[in-house]
C-alpha cells in the first residue's frame, strides 16, 4: 500500500513535470510571436516610412494638422509612440487587475496579441499621405504590445518555480531575438532587392511591416494553446485606470524592498533603452556611418543577445540573479566608455560596441524579469507586472532627456552618450543596497538557495 502510494506521487510529480515544461515552451513562442514588431517596426522600418507618409501630406511650412493641431512632419512618428504611452498607461493596470481577480489571463492576452497583430497587419495600407493612418495604427499597435507583454511576463511566477526562473525567462528572451534577427534578415534582403523582386520601395517597406503583424498572429497561437489559467476566488471589480495603479502602488508601499528593486529597475533601464534608441544618432550624426551600416548593426545586437541571454542565464545560476545584474550593469558600463572613444568613419569599431550592447542586453533584461518575479505577491502577478511594464516602457524619458541636454549644452554626441552612464551607476548603487532574499520572504514567497 505504501509502495503504491509512493509510485502515485512519482508519477503525479513527473506528470506535474512534464506539464510545467510544455507550458514554458509554449510561453517562449510569444516572445517568438511578438519580438519581431519591436526589431522590423519599431527598431528599423516605421519610424523613417512614417515620417517620409506625414512629410508628403505636410503643408508648404513641413507641418500636417492631425485633429486641427499644427505638428512638425518630422515630428508626427515620436508624437504617435508617446501616445501610445499614455493609451497603455490607462489600460495596463485596469486589464492587470481584472486579470488577476478573475483568474482568466489567456483570453486579455489572446485580444491584447490579435489587436496588435491586426493593427500592425493594416500597416500594409500605409501608403500615400495616409499618415493619420498610420498614427492611429502605431497607438493601437503599440499599446497592445504593452498590455500582452504585461499579461505574458505575468504568467512566469505560475510557470517556472523559484529555482528555474532564471534560465525560463532568459530563453524567453533569447527566443525573441532569435525571432527578430530571423525576419529582420528576411526583410533586407527583400527591401535591398526590392527592385529585383519587381517591388517599389515603398511597397517592400509596407510588406516588411505588414509581414511582422502576421508572424505575430500565427505564432502567438502556440503560447495560447499551451497556457492555462488558474482560476481565484473572484474578488472587488476592477479600479479605473489611474486609480488602479494608485492602488497597486499603495499596496507596493506595505513591501518597500519590492518597491526599492522596481526603483533600481526604472534607473538602469532607463539607461539601457536610450543607449538602444539614441546609438543608431550617434552612429549616423557623430560617426559619420550610412543606413546600411546601422541596420547590420542593429542585426548583429539582436544575434548576440540571444547568446547574451542565454550565457547571463548560466552565470545567474551559478552566481544569482542579482550579483549577474550588477556584473552587466558594469559592462554597460565599459561599453559606454568605450563608445566615447570611438573613431568616426570606422564601422567595424561601431560593430564592436553594438556587439557589446548585444551580450549584455538580453541578459540585463532577462534577469531583471526573473528577479521581480520572486518579489511579487502571489495573486498579484499582473497586477505588480503592470507597474514593472510601466517602468520598462512609459517612465523612459529621463535619458533621452539628458542625451538631448547634453548635446544642447556641449555640441557632442560624445559627451551625450557618456552622459548616460550615470544611469547605470546609480542604478548599481541602488540595486546592491536592496535585500533580496529578505524582499522575497515579504513578498510571501519562498527563498531561492541561489539568487
Known amino acids: 500500500m505504501g509502495t503504491d502510494t509512493l509510485r502515485t506521487g512519482a508519477a503525479d510529480g513527473a506528470d506535474g513535470a512534464a506539464e510545467r515544461r510544455r507550458e514554458q515552451r509554449g510561453w517562449y513562442f510569444y516572445d517568438w510571436a511578438c519580438s519581431v514588431y519591436s526589431t522590423s517596426v519599431l527598431t528599423v522600418f ?28 518630422g515630428s508626427f512618428f515620436a508624437y504617435s509612440v508617446s501616445l501610445s504611452v499614455i ?13 488577476d481577480r478573475s483568474g482568466r489571463k489567456k483570453p486579455l492576452l489572446a485580444a491584447a496579441a490579435y489587436t496588435g497583430a491586426a493593427a500592425t497587419t493594416g500597416m500594409f495600407f500605409l501608403d500615400g499621405d495616409r499618415y493619420l493612418l498610420g498614427g492611429l495604427l502605431l497607438v493601437v499597435a503599440n499599446a497592445a504590445q504593452s498590455v500582452a507583454m504585461m499579461l505574458y511576463n505575468s504568467y512566469l511566477p505560475q510557470i517556472a518555480p ?14 525573441g531575438y532569435a525571432a527578430g534577427s530571423l525576419v529582420l534578415v528576411v ?13 517599389s520601395e515603398s511597397a517592400a517597406v509596407r510588406i516588411c511591416l505588414a509581414s511582422a503583424g502576421l508572424w505575430w498572429g500565427a505564432f502567438a497561437l502556440i503560447p495560447l494553446r499551451r497556457l492555462r489559467d488558474r482560476r481565484t476566488a473572484a474578488r472587488e471589480a476592477a479600479l479605473p485606470g489611474f486609480r488602479q495603479l494608485a492602488a497597486t502602488v499603495r499596496d507596493m508601499r506595505r513591501r518597500p524592498l519590492t518597491l526599492a528593486f522596481l526603483l533600481a529597475y526604472l534607473v538602469y533601464n ?15 550624426e557623430e560617426l559619420g556611418l550610412g543606413q546600411s551600416t ?56 561601431f560593430f564592436v560596441l553594438a556587439a557589446g550592447i548585444g551580450l549584455v542586453l538580453g541578459g540585463s533584461q532577462a534577469l531583471s524579469r526573473s528577479l521581480f518575479s520572486h518579489l511579487v505577491p502571489p495573486g498579484k502577478e499582473a497586477e505588480y507586472f503592470s507597474a514593472y511594464e510601466l517602468s520598462d516602457r512609459g517612465m523612459s524619458w529621463l535619458g533621452p532627456l539628458l542625451f538631448g541636454l547634453t548635446y544642447q549644452l556641449t555640441g557632442s554626441y560624445r559627451d551625450a552618450i557618456i552622459s548616460l552612464v550615470v544611469f547605470f551607476v546609480i542604478g548599481f548603487v541602488l540595486l546592491a543596497r536592496v535585500p533580496v532574499r529578505r524582499a522575497i520572504g515579504d513578498a510571501g514567497n519562498p527563498v531561492p538557495e541561489r539568487i
Do not use: C
Open 46 to 73: 516605421l519610424g523613417p516610412y512614417l515620417t517620409s507618409v506625414a512629410e508628403s501630406a505636410a503643408d508648404t511650412d513641413g507641418y500636417v494638422h492631425p485633429l486641427g493641431i499644427p505638428v512638425r512632419a
Open 87 to 99: 493609451v497603455a498607461v490607462l489600460v495596463m493596470p485596469l486589464v492587470g487587475a481584472a486579470a
Open 162 to 175: 523559484p529555482e528555474e526562473r532564471d534560465a525560463v525567462s532568459s530563453r524567453g528572451w533569447a527566443f
Open 187 to 199: 526583410n533586407l534582403v527583400l527591401y535591398t532587392g526590392h527592385d529585383s523582386f519587381g517591388l
Open 270 to 284: 532607463d539607461g539601457i533603452q536610450t543607449v538602444i534608441s539614441q546609438a543608431s544618432v550617434y552612429g549616423s
Open 294 to 349: 546601422l541596420i547590420v548593426a542593429v542585426l548583429l545586437v539582436q544575434v548576440l543577445a540571444v547568446a547574451g541571454a542565454l550565457a547571463l542565464g548560466r552565470l545567474a545560476r551559478r552566481y544569482g540573479a542579482k550579483r549577474t545584474i550588477l556584473g552587466s550593469l558594469i559592462a554597460w558600463t565599459v561599453t559606454l566608455a568605450a563608445g566615447y572613444f570611438l573613431p568616426a568613419g570606422a564601422p567595424v569599431w
